[in-house]
């Protein structure tokens, strides 16, 4: 049975959780109005699917939710954060300013987040900086579960990319992929309801194709999208939100010691672009002439058109829950 919840209630139950399994307010207040946006969104993948990963990271040490990030300014057009082992939006929260400053400064900013935990979805970060007129993109890595073509083993996380751009008298452009075949939020949601993967998702734990997703949980893995078209950009992932951040890579930490434990300690990239020091006539009114122009062409959705639809009906007749994750959340309030 469904029942629906106001995107304030929910907020507010999440932050209760957060706060009563470790974090500190600020950490908690950040990580339930992203928990509940994504709710709220459709990314379900991403909502409060994702909080028993939460509390069991934290139950467990393998993350500290009091952590208070550290702040270096690098270089002109370069600012990295310090996340000392916690959540990542606390510390993209903390450098925003400074990062914004520095591209409306210079025409372009890097801001680098290394010893970071991230579970959400990846556009959160990125659609605050459209609306304010901004160009963003952002890149992380997460933990080894999908095969580079051509391989034989799990190397590359999911390794999610992130753009958002204005356009002018709209909503911004927001997407956010996988550069997996999926995301693992999804292959676990499937796991869970019985459903089967599309074909070339993913191989089992000997290396061979397989629509189960319990077997790609279970020892298997995912593949990336496109092929070797796909493991390449995932590649560029690792390469942009672990190396060059001083992250570590899908495949370089170890979280056995910490059973339960689910977010990735990796690292994120955001590169931010000032499109007013751009030649030609305004972005924003460049990016409406694009749109105009597939639209023109029979496109029907355009990128995040879904996620604004979903938020617009949440707004008018509230966020839809099950009754019974519901209650797991109250009863996750209170333990």
């Not at 304010?132 to 999610?160: E, H, Q, R, Y």
């Not at 676990?188 to 309801?193: F, G, K, N």
Request: net charge negative.
């Amino acid at each position: 049975m469904s029942v629906t919840i106001s995107y304030e209630e929910l907020e507010a139950l999440l932050e209760t959780i957060f706060l009563r399994h470790g974090t500190r307010a600020g950490v908690a207040e950040l990580l339930a109005a992203n928990c509940a946006t994504c709710e709220r969104d459709g990314a379900l993948s991403h909502g409060i699917f994702r909080m028993r990963g939460y509390v069991d990271s934290l139950a467990t040490g393998w993350v500290d939710g009091s952590a208070v990030p550290v702040i270096e300014d690098a270089a002109p057009s370069f600012c990295r954060v310090d996340a000392r082992n916690g959540f990542a939006q606390p510390a993209l929260a903390m450098a925003r300013e400074l990062a914004m400053q520095k591209a409306r400064t210079t025409g372009v900013a890097v801001l680098a987040i290394r010893n970071s935990h991230h579970l959400s979805a990846l556009w959160p970060d990125v659609e605050p900086f459209a609306q304010d007129g901004l160009i963003a993109l952002s890149v992380v890595n997460s933990f080894a579960c999908t095969v580079p073509f051509d391989g034989t083993s799990a190397v590359f996380g999911t390794n999610p990319i992130a753009f958002a751009a204005p356009v002018e008298d709209a909503d911004p452009i927001v997407f956010d992929l996988a550069t997996s075949a999926m995301a693992n939020g999804d292959v676990q949601i499937a796991a869970r309801a019985g459903k089967a993967l599309p074909p070339h998702s993913g191989v089992d734990s000997e290396g061979q194709p397989t629509i189960d997703a319990r077997a790609v949980l279970d020892g298997g893995a995912l593949l990336t999208f496109g092929g070797y078209k796909g493991s390449s950009i995932s590649m560029m992932v690792e390469l942009l939100g672990a190396a060059l951040t001083g992250g570590h890579f899908s495949f370089e930490f170890d979280w056995s010691g910490h059973k339960g434990a689910q977010t990735p300690h990796t690292g994120q990239l955001i590169l931010l672009i000032d499109p007013s020091y751009a030649a030609g006539n305004p972005f924003g009114l460049r990016a409406q002439t694009l749109i105009a122009t597939m639209q023109a062409a029979g496109v029907s959705r355009l990128p995040g058109q879904r996620r604004a639809e979903t938020r617009a009906l949440a707004a008018q007749n509230g966020i839809p829950i099950n009754a019974e994750d519901l209650a797991g959340l109250k009863a996750l309030a209170i333990a």
